[in-house]
C-alpha cells in the first residue's frame, strides 16, 4: 500500500509526497511529530502535518539565517 503525505497549500489547493517510510511519529507536548522518508525530496520533518524541512531543500533554510 503506498503512503502519501498531503500538505494543504490554500483552500483550494494541496502538495502530496510519495512516502517510502515512516521513520519517526510522535505526539509530543506541543505537537505531532512526524519524520519520514519521501521519493523526491529525501527526509521530511512534518509539526502538525505541515513540512518544516527536507534533506533536499534544507539550504533554502540555511541561506535565510545567515
Do not use: F
Not at 23 to 45: H, N
Not at 57 to 63: C, L, S, T
Amino acid at each position: 500500500m503506498e503512503m502519501w503525505v498531503k500538505e494543504m497549500q490554500i483552500e483550494d489547493a494541496a502538495m502530496t509526497y510519495k512516502v517510502n517510510q515512516t521513520l519517526v511519529r510522535k505526539k509530543t507536548k506541543y505537537q505531532d511529530l512526524a519524520i519520514v522518508d519521501t521519493e523526491s525530496l529525501g527526509r521530511m520533518l512534518l509539526l502538525d502535518g505541515i513540512v518544516q524541512t527536507t534533506t533536499k531543500d534544507e539550504y533554502v533554510y540555511h541561506e535565510m539565517i545567515v
